[in-house]
C-alpha cells in the first residue's frame, strides 16, 4: 500500500530548461550580453538630443545672432552737435513725458500745477534736472525714452517753467554752439 501512494515524479530528478553544457554557455553570454547592449543603446538614446540634425545650423552662431539681432540691436548713437535734430522742450515733453505728467499718473505732478511743482522748483534745476536723468520714484530714466541730455533739459525747463519756475532755456551744446557759428 505504501507504493500507491508514490508517484513516478517525486523519484525522477527536477529538470530545467538547460539540458546541455552548450545550452548553459549560451545562457550566461547572453545573460551578460543582454543587459549592456541594452545599456549601450539607453545611453546613445539620451545623449541623442545633443546632436543636431543634418543640415540644420538653428543653434550656429550666427543664427543665434540673427534671431536675437532685432532685441539687442546695435546701439544708435546721437550726434548732440547737429541742432537741427534736436527737439525743443515742448516736443521732448509732448513726445515722452506728457503720458504721466498731463494726468498726473503715478504720482507725478501735473504740468502747470504751482502748489505740486513749488517744493521741487525751490530745489533747483540741477536737482530737478538728475531726478529727469537718473529717474525718481516710479519715473525711469529719461522717462523711458531716448533723448540726448541736452534735450531733456529742455524738457524740465519747459515743465518746471510751466508750474512757476523761471529757468533759463540750456545753453547748446560745445560742439553745437561752435558748429552753428
Not at 553570454?29 to 545650423?57: E, H, Q, R, Y
Request: glycine share 10%; hydrophobic share 45%; charged share 20%.
Amino acid at each position: 500500500m505504501a507504493d500507491a501512494h508514490q508517484t513516478p515524479d517525486h523519484d525522477s530528478p527536477h529538470e530545467g530548461p538547460i539540458k546541455t553544457p552548450k545550452q548553459l554557455v549560451w545562457a550566461v553570454v547572453f545573460a551578460f550580453l543582454v543587459p549592456i547592449i541594452g545599456i549601450i543603446l539607453l545611453a546613445n538614446f539620451v545623449a541623442a538630443g545633443d546632436k543636431p540634425a543634418a543640415g540644420s545650423d538653428g543653434m550656429s552662431p550666427e543664427a543665434v545672432a540673427k534671431r536675437i539681432a532685432p532685441v539687442a540691436g546695435a546701439p544708435e548713437v546721437k550726434d548732440a552737435s547737429d541742432l537741427t535734430t534736436l527737439k525743443s522742450g515742448e516736443q521732448v515733453y509732448t513726445a515722452q513725458c506728457a503720458a504721466c505728467h498731463a494726468t498726473g499718473a503715478a504720482g507725478a505732478p501735473k504740468i502747470g500745477d504751482a502748489a505740486a511743482w513749488g517744493p521741487r522748483v525751490a530745489q533747483g534745476f540741477d536737482v530737478l534736472l538728475t531726478s529727469a536723468l537718473k529717474g525718481k520714484g516710479a519715473m525711469s530714466p529719461q522717462g523711458g525714452g531716448d533723448f540726448s541730455d541736452f534735450e531733456i533739459a529742455r524738457a524740465v525747463v519747459h515743465l518746471a517753467n510751466q508750474g512757476g519756475a523761471k529757468f533759463e532755456e540750456p545753453k547748446a551744446p560745445a560742439a553745437a554752439a561752435s558748429a552753428a557759428q
